[in-house]
């Protein structure tokens, strides 16, 4: 694809992500429908009860798009994804990485200039950035843990596994760590088996204690992540900060995650 169409896709993505702030209707219930004929998500309750404490789960599946932008080595990265169908973008001055809903590509505007999985990274901050939200994603097995003191406090948990088949990495487990007062999120453990394709006893562990009010819901500002001893968190690794957050329920076009005709596909 040419420079010149690249721009204008660009330009569209970033456009889109604009902050699209709008009143939803107020919610009325009809107390004549049988609750059968309501279709309602079956999530455990404590879970629920976390969505409802970062804006509930209605405000997040109003939504089509989420952008953001980080700061990485070698320049700021802006992250675009469709929530419906989870096609993705990350634009860098460097590089660019997408997913156009059935293959992820790679595009390099020098040799060279991305060091790294692209395959893995494409989707990885958007999953832990939409936290929780992204643990009522279809295709989940949750799990009650008991209470668990992280650095000093007492957490309760969830525990999140994945049915066969759902995405690259289903042998992938995560922690979810909720305030047993306020039930909001607070950390989140997790296991890499992306390389492996085995289940892992190696806990990786983020803390999310920064958020912000972005178009009705509470999102983060800023992750965490802890060194490890023992599968509990230790001290401070590293922080990433989130800026430029834009969540809407404008409909993305296709055109913006298409694979350009410069792109190389990533395989598995």
Not at 54 to 68: S, V
Not at 125 to 135: Q, S
Not at 139 to 158: A, H, Q, R, S, W
Not at 180 to 201: C, H, K
């Amino acid at each position: 694809m040419k420079k010149l169409i690249l721009l204008l896709v660009a330009t569209s993505a970033l456009l889109a992500c604009k902050d699209d702030k709008k009143e939803e209707d107020p919610l009325v219930i009809n107390d004549t429908v049988e609750i059968s004929e309501i279709e309602t998500p079956n999530y455990p309750p404590a879970l629920a009860a976390v969505f409802k404490a970062h804006g509930g789960w209605d405000t997040w599946n109003n939504m089509n798009n989420l952008c953001f932008e980080v700061d990485s080595k070698g320049g700021t990265e802006t992250h675009t994804t469709d929530l419906k169908n989870r096609k993705t973008k990350i634009e860098h001055k460097d590089w660019s990485i997408g997913y156009d809903g059935s293959e992820v590509w790679l595009l390099q505007n020098k040799k060279n200039a991305y060091q790294g999985n692209a395959r893995f990274y494409h989707n990885l901050m958007f999953y832990f950035y939409a936290m929780p939200y992204i643990l009522g994603d279809e295709g989940i097995v949750y799990t009650n843990v008991d209470p668990t003191e992280l650095d000093g406090k007492l957490y309760n948990g969830i525990k999140v596994g994945y049915e066969n088949g759902i995405g690259d990495s289903p042998e992938d487990e995560y922690i979810l760590y909720f305030d047993p007062e306020t039930n909001q999120m607070a950390w989140l453990g997790y296991t890499v088996t992306y390389q492996s394709g085995e289940n892992s006893e190696d806990w990786h562990f983020i803390k999310y204690d920064a958020w912000e009010e972005v178009n009705g819901l509470i999102l983060p500002k800023k992750l965490t992540w802890y060194n490890v001893k023992d599968n509990k968190p230790t001290d401070e690794r590293n922080d990433m900060l989130f800026d430029k957050i834009t969540v809407s329920d404008l409909t993305l076009d296709s055109d913006v995650f298409a694979k350009p005709e410069e792109a190389t596909v990533v395989p598995r």
